[in-house]
């Protein structure tokens, strides 16, 4: 969940030797080490080795070539002290303790939100965050034959970007730029390097804020409530612009007339994704059109930026191609379903597979919710697979609502069901709640756990 940058592509200077190789060092030459792993594979009913040459820096194992340089990555592997702090910080008793685990500062892939019945609300982005000469751009491959270069500790937890207790009284983090994390108490983007937390904008943690900076009173089912917001924050900055070159357009150009009442349905449109929504299936379809008609991102960090793709699509489409689009996706959604006039719960579906293979002639569940690509808070992103119909791929998986008191009170969903039989009767009977916002309540106590048991039994019994 999280763009802090824990590691390092370094280019290295090497030469060749008779029988080895070395590397440059600020002064120094340096042997790279050697080591040959053997892999074994299947090759017809019989199997079969091969020795591959592995070398690494001091930097680390060498993973690549491009431009004539060896690359190699530094990162924290294999740490024991991550798996410790994973299992150690679900036996915290409050914020001071759940702390202290965070000092291990081990944990190399996550952001952090935590909570506790104290009232106590805190966020730590990323974990663990080598220290760095902060002159250099660490998003790329850096110079290895420097000491300059080289990573001088990990930073203090207090050094990275953290927020304790914001006096907003909330946070988000919808896997996005830190510095938004609490609306006007956010951390200061300029009192931190680069590296730590590269992070871009997106579209949920614009739509989040705009809820949690509204609300008050929150209680469990209002915080499902706002988190099945389905504002679709894109097209705040794609609309405007297309509805500009529409209404420029000549009334001679054919245009004019053939995308009149779409257009008139766009500009009547609320930005909420529904299931019966018409202008839905439009913005949609056509903002995936979009997409790639604007350069691929260069660095992973940039790629996070979504609200810049939403603005590059703004600047660097002309008018004529985002109206050329539009008239594409009318003429593509009559061939699919014989009219551009379909609701998006017709179109957007759910369907649980067991292989991930989607049939229109099988039974799926209309769905309402849009992808988070566009601003989503609760997302569900569809694809056609050799369908007509759109099924969903990817998104929300496993959401849940939790009230930290003298007694946890919680309410979750998942996408389909619990069970992964196909005959099981909780293969699927979660869905309708997922796509409606609908949650069950958790029996986290004991007590819960044995009042609502469908059966009971002694293992071996």
Not at 185 to 191: C, D, F, I, L, R
Not at 249 to 278: F, G, M, N, Y
Not at 399 to 415: H, L, N, Q, R, S
């Amino acid at each position: 969940s999280s763009y802090a940058d824990v590691a390092d592509v370094y280019e290295e200077a090497i030469t060749r030797n008779e029988n080895s190789y070395s590397y440059k060092y600020g002064k120094e030459t340096k042997a790279i080490k050697s080591k040959p792993i053997t892999i074994s594979y299947k090759k017809g009913e019989s199997f079969e080795t091969k020795t591959f040459p592995s070398y690494a820096t001091h930097h680390g194992p060498v993973l690549g070539k491009r431009g004539g340089k060896w690359l190699s990555l530094k990162e924290n592997n294999r740490s024991l002290a991550a798996l410790q702090q994973s299992w150690l910080r679900t036996k915290a008793k409050g914020f001071e303790g759940f702390k202290k685990i965070m000092e291990m500062r081990s944990n190399n892939s996550n952001n952090t939100v935590f909570a506790d019945n104290k009232g106590n609300i805190a966020y730590w982005h990323g974990n663990f965050i080598p220290k760095r000469n902060p002159s250099y751009n660490w998003s790329l491959p850096v110079d290895g034959t420097t000491k300059e270069t080289d990573w001088k500790g990990i930073h203090a937890l207090d050094e990275i970007v953290h927020l304790y207790n914001p006096k907003s009284g909330w946070i988000q983090n919808c896997n996005s730029t830190p510095f938004t994390a609490s609306g006007v108490s956010s951390p200061v983007k300029t009192s931190y390097p680069a590296y730590m937390a590269p992070d871009g904008q997106n579209g949920r943690a614009l739509n989040a804020m705009r809820l949690l900076s509204k609300a008050n009173n929150i209680t469990l089912d209002k915080i499902i409530e706002l988190g099945y917001n389905t504002y679709l924050t894109a097209f705040d900055f794609l609309l405007p612009s297309l509805f500009k070159a529409y209404d420029e357009l000549p009334q001679t150009d054919r245009l004019k007339k053939e995308l009149e009442k779409p257009i008139h349905l766009l500009k009547q449109w609320d930005r909420q994704a529904s299931a019966s929504s018409v202008a839905t299936t439009i913005a949609v379809e056509w903002a995936f059109k979009l997409g790639p008609k604007i350069p691929p991102a260069k660095t992973t960090e940039a790629a996070t930026n979504i609200v810049g793709n939403y603005e590059r699509m703004v600047t660097d489409i002309s008018p004529v191609e985002k109206l050329a689009l539009l008239a594409q996706t009318l003429t593509d959604l009559e061939k699919w379903y014989g009219t551009w006039n379909i609701a998006w719960g017709d179109v957007n579906r759910f369907q649980r597979s067991a292989n991930n293979q989607f049939k229109d002639d099988q039974p799926s569940l209309p769905v309402g919710l849009g992808p988070g690509t566009w601003g989503s808070l609760p997302s569900f992103i569809s694809r056609r697979a050799d369908t007509k119909k759109r099924y969903g791929v990817s998104g929300n998986s496993f959401i849940a609502a939790v009230e930290f008191g003298k007694k946890i009170k919680a309410k979750t969903i998942m996408t389909g069901g619990e069970s992964f039989d196909p005959s099981s009767k909780h293969y699927t009977d979660q869905a309708s709640g997922f796509i409606e916002g609908k949650f069950k309540d958790i029996n986290f106590y004991k007590e819960d756990v044995l009042k609502n048991a469908q059966r009971s039994y002694h293992p071996g019994e």
